[in-house]
C-alpha cells in the first residue's frame, strides 16, 4: 500500500477544537520564529527556514500558508509562488531560479510549488526528459542536504485531497466571483491526469524523503483539519532544526507571561 493510499482523509476537526488549536499553534509559532531571528532569547540569529509547499489543485496549499504567516510580522518572512519557468531561467540549471529567494540565516520563506516541479508537473507534461527528470532526484537531495549544512532548516509539505473533494473546491470557486481567478482550464484537464500526479508523488517521496528533511504528508480532506496539522508540524521540525543546530528551544511556559 502505497502512502497515499494509508492517508487517513476522514480526520476532522470541529470549529471549536479549531479555534483553540490554532491560537495555541500560532502562538507557539511566533515565538520560535522570533527566537530564530534574533528578537527573542540571548543566543542571536538562528537557523534560516524554508516551508516548501507541493500538492493537488485546491488543496489548500493557500489557506495553509495564510494561518502560517498572517499572524507573523510581515518584515520577518516571505511568500514566493512558482509556476513554470520563464525563458531566461529555462536557460539554466532547473534550480537556478529558486536560489535569489532561500533564507539566509534568522530569515524565513515560504515556497507555494518549488523544485519538485522537476519531478511532477515537468515529469507528467513532458516538459523534461527522462533523462533529466530522473537525475534530478538525486540532484535535489544533494541540494536540500547543503541547505541543511549550511544552516536552514528545510520542511517539506505534500497536502493531499480526494478527488471528490477537489471537484467540490473546484465548483465552489467556479461559483464565486472573487475566487474564479483561481481556477483554470489546465485545473480541470489536470484532473484526468491524477492517478500520474500519485504516482509521480510517491516516487518523489521514496526518492527525496532524508532525514535532514523528510516528506511531510498531509491529509487536507478537511481545511481545519489539516492547517491544524501543518502548524502542529512545523513548529515540531523548528524545535527539532534548532536543537540541531544546537540552539535552545524555548519553553511553552514561556507564553503563560502575557500582559493584561
Request: net charge negative; glycine share 8%.
Amino acid at each position: 500500500m502505497t502512502i497515499l493510499d494509508k492517508l487517513d482523509l476522514t480526520l476532522r476537526l470541529d470549529r471549536e477544537q479549531y479555534e483553540k488549536r490554532l491560537g495555541e499553534e500560532q502562538r507557539r509559532l511566533l515565538q520560535l520564529r522570533l527566537h530564530l531571528g534574533g528578537e527573542l532569547g540571548d543566543h542571536g540569529v538562528g537557523p534560516g527556514l524554508l516551508v516548501l509547499f507541493e500538492g493537488p489543485d485546491a488543496a489548500g496549499k493557500g489557506g495553509a500558508i495564510k494561518v502560517i504567516v498572517n499572524h507573523l510580522d510581515p518584515r520577518h518572512y516571505t511568500v514566493v509562488n512558482y509556476a513554470a519557468p520563464t525563458p531566461r531561467e529555462k536557460r539554466h540549471h532547473f534550480l537556478w531560479r529558486f536560489y535569489r529567494e532561500l533564507p539566509g540565516h534568522g530569515g524565513m520563506a515560504v515556497f507555494d510549488r518549488s523544485w519538485y516541479g522537476r519531478v511532477l508537473v515537468e515529469r507528467i507534461e513532458g516538459y523534461a526528459t527522462t533523462d533529466e527528470w530522473s537525475r534530478a532526484y538525486k540532484g535535489i537531495v544533494d541540494f536540500e542536504q547543503s541547505l541543511v549544512d549550511e544552516g536552514i532548516i528545510v520542511v517539506k509539505f505534500w497536502m493531499h485531497i480526494s478527488d471528490d473533494e477537489q471537484l467540490n473546491r473546484f465548483n465552489a470557486r467556479a461559483a464565486d466571483p472573487l475566487k474564479r481567478w483561481k481556477l483554470t482550464d489546465e485545473d480541470w484537464r489536470n484532473r484526468d491526469k491524477n492517478r500520474l500526479y500519485d504516482a509521480a508523488a510517491e516516487d518523489m517521496f521514496a526518492k527525496t524523503s532524508h532525514k535532514s528533511s523528510p516528506w511531510e504528508v498531509i491529509p487536507a480532506e478537511q481545511k481545519r483539519y489539516g492547517r491544524i496539522a501543518v502548524l502542529e508540524t512545523l513548529n515540531r521540525r523548528i524545535e527539532e532544526g534548532m536543537r540541531r543546530f544546537g540552539m535552545e528551544v524555548p519553553a511553552y511556559s514561556d507564553l503563560d507571561d502575557r500582559d493584561d
